[in-house]
T-cell receptor, first 109, second 116 residues
Framework: DAKTTQPTSMDCAEGRAANLPCNHS???????VYWYRQIHSQGPQYIIH???NNETNEMASLIITEDRKSSTLILPHATLRDTAVYYC??????????FGKGTKLTVNP | GAVVSQHPSRVICKSGTSVKIECRSL??????MFWYRQFPKQSLMLMAT?????????EQGVEKDKFLINHASLTLSTLTVTSAHPEDSSFYIC????????????FGPGTRLTVT
């Protein structure tokens, strides 16, 4: 079973920030938080990962709470092409990525 | 970024035949490759993990004699669906990992298999 909990779906207006939450209350000290997304009928795409500090790259920002039990992926200016299923996962060491059900984000014009 | 390719992107085959799907890491050497399956409106389900030169490790419930995996080199893994049946119709996705911490897995574009 997946070790994370995400809302089933979310909507966001184009141009606004999309904030996608994820709960991972059982995360262990050596596990990273990973975010991937899957646009319809394509392979998943890596977005960002972090351990305990907040991270930012050209795609998104990742905010991890101090207790590391939850995180939020932020797409600062969502576009229609950001419509996808977003997966939050935790992984440590050589573990394999296990996908949960993810959050279906719909960006509306 | 790292690129993983899959071939073919779509394949239609008749029931009882075998189909081979290739997965290649184009610009890096993959010590580990993974095969996933995804049914419509469902999440990805890990089928097996393969390390170059070793036998694949299959997830519980996945028939290793039906889904043959070969990871013959650091850039190529193949999945052969043997004696395919309509219930094997699915979206098959591979991913490759370079083996560095923190690990990042790069996914292929997927192969849509339809068994008639």
């Amino acid at each position: 079973d997946a070790k994370t909990t995400q809302p089933t779906s979310m909507d966001c207006a184009e141009g606004r920030a999309a904030n996608l939450p994820c709960n991972h209350s059982t995360i262990s000290g050596n596990e990273y938080v990973y975010w991937y997304r899957q646009i319809h009928s394509q392979g998943p795409q890596y977005i960002i990962h972090g351990l305990k500090n907040n991270e930012t790259n050209e795609m998104a920002s990742l905010i991890i709470t101090e207790d590391r039990k939850s995180s939020t992926l932020i797409l600062p200016h969502a576009t229609l092409r950001d419509t996808a299923v977003y997966y939050c996962m935790t992984q440590g060491g050589s573990e394999k990525l296990v996908f949960g059900k993810g959050t279906k984000l719909t960006v509306n014009p | 970024g790292a690129v993983v390719s899959q071939h073919p992107s779509r394949v239609i085959c008749k029931s009882g035949t075998s189909v081979k799907i290739e997965c290649r890491s184009l610009d890096f050497q993959a010590t580990t490759m993974f095969w996933y399956r995804q049914f419509p409106k469902q999440s990805l389900m890990l089928m097996a993990t393969s390390n170059e030169g070793s036998k694949a490790t299959y997830e519980q419930g996945v028939e290793k004699d039906k889904f043959l995996i070969n990871h013959a080199s650091l850039t190529l893994s193949t999945l052969t669906v043997t004696s395919a049946h309509p219930e094997d119709s699915s979206f098959y996705i591979c991913s490759a990992r370079a083996g560095q911490r923190p690990y990042e897995q790069y996914f292929g574009p997927g192969t849509r298999l339809t068994v008639t």
